[in-house]
C-alpha cells in the first residue's frame, strides 16, 4: 500500500468515526434516543416534567396532576388529574404534552387521559361545612341584576360536568331559587335535628343539593321579616345544621347589598371564593366598587366580575345594542385588577326559560347564552382551583411535598 493509499484510508476512517459522534451528539441534545427507540417511563416523567400548567406556572408533575404513566411496548398511556372537572384548559393541557413528546421520536403510541380531583380551599380544620372542599359566592350589591339566575345556572354547569355541588339559596329576603328549579312548594325534611337538602338530578354524575328559605315556609309568598340577628342565625344553621354531605363546590347565592348579613357570612367562611355579578349601568359600577372593597377589607378574595345584561342583539337586524352602557366590567377589572368572567347578553328567552323553572344551560344547552353561562362556571372554578392549588402548595399534604406557589395577600 503506498502513501497516498494509506492516507486516504485513514482520513475516511475519521470521517466516518466524527459524523459518528455528531450522529451520537445530536440524539443527545435534543433529550432523546433514535426513532426505533421505546421510551421509558423515566424518560416519559422527565419530558412531563417541562409541559407546565399554563394558570399556575409549574409542571405537572410537581403539581400532582400526573396521576399514573404506563409504557408498553406499543402504548404510552398518561392519566392527568386535573383540579377541576370543569378545568377549560384540558385541550391546551393535552396539545402541551402532545408536542412535548412530539420533539423527540419514538413508536409507542400516546393516549392522554383526564379525570379531576377538586383541590380544597380550605387551609385548615374549619367549624362549618366540614365535607365542603369550595365555597362560591355569588354576590351583588343591587337586586334584580340576575345574580339568582347565574347562581343557578352556573351550579348546574358544574353540576352536570361531573362535579358534587351543593347550592344555597341565602337570599333570605327574596328567595328565588325553588322557582328557578320549578320547585316552588316543596319542603325541607328534617332528619335528627338537622334539615336535609333537595336534591334534583340535571343530568350530572351526582344530584344538584339545594336549600333555601323558601322550602322552610310554609308557603310561597309568606314575608320574611327578620332582622340581621335572626338571619345570622339562620345561615349558621344554613352551614352547621344542613348535612351537605360531600362537595366540591357550594355556590352561595347571597342577598344583595353588603351590611351586616353579608359580612356575617363571609366572616364564617373565609376562604370562600366571590364572583360579583352586575350590570354595566354607572349605578350599578357604583355600588359594585363598593361590595367589592368591602369584601377585600374583610380579606375574602373576589375572583371576578359578571356583567349581566350587558348587551341586546336586535332579532330582527342582529344590531348590539349597549342598553345600560358599555365596558362597566372593564372600569372595574382596570380598578381592582380582577377577572371579567364573561358577559350574559340581555335576552327574552333566557328570562322566560328561567321564570318557567329551568336552568337555561339544561333546557337549552345550544343556546348561545347557554354557552356563555357554561364558560363562566368553567372560569369560577378554574379561578377557585387555581387559589386552592396555591394554598395546598402552602402546606404539606399527606406528607406530599408541593412547588411553592406564590400567593397574594388577598388570597
Ligand atoms: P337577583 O337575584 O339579582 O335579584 P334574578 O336572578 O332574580 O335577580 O333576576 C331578576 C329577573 O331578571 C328574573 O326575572 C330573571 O329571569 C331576569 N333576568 C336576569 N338576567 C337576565 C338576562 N340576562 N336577560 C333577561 N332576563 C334576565
Known sequence: MGWFDLLWKRSQHYVLKLSRKLDSRRNYQVGCFPMSKKITRKELLNILKTVKDPELNADLVSLGMIKEISVSEQKVVIEVELTTPACPLKERIRQ?????????????????????????????????LKGVKNVIVIASNKGGVGKSLVAANVATALSRMGARVGL????????????????DGHQARAMQGRIEPLEIN???????????????????????IWRAPIVNKLMREFFQNVPWGELDYLVIDMPPGTGDIQLNVVQLIPHASTVFVTTPSDVALADVNKGIAMFQRTGTPVIGIIENMSYFVCPNCSTKHHIFSKEGAERIKEKFGMKIMGKIPLDLSLREISDKGYPIVVKDPNHEVSKILVEIARQIAD???????????QRAVNGRSFVQLPLKSSD
Open 168 to 183: 344555597l339559596d341565602a337570599d333570605v329576603y327574596g328567595p328565588n331559587i325553588p322557582q328557578l328549579f320549578g320547585m
Open 96 to 128: 402541551d404534552i402532545i408536542s412535548a413528546i412530539n420533539q423527540i421520536g419514538f413508536n409507542q403510541s400516546v393516549e392522554i387521559t383526564f379525570s379531576s380531583r377538586v383541590r380544597s380551599s380550605f387551609t385548615s380544620e374549619q367549624p362549618y
Open 383 to 393: 379561578a377557585v382551583s387555581v387559589l386552592a392549588v396555591k394554598r395546598e402548595s
Open 202 to 224: 340535571l343530568g350530572g354524575k351526582y344530584p344538584l343539593k339545594l336549600m333555601s328559605i323558601g322550602f322552610l315556609l310554609p308557603e310561597r309568598d309568606a314575608p320574611v
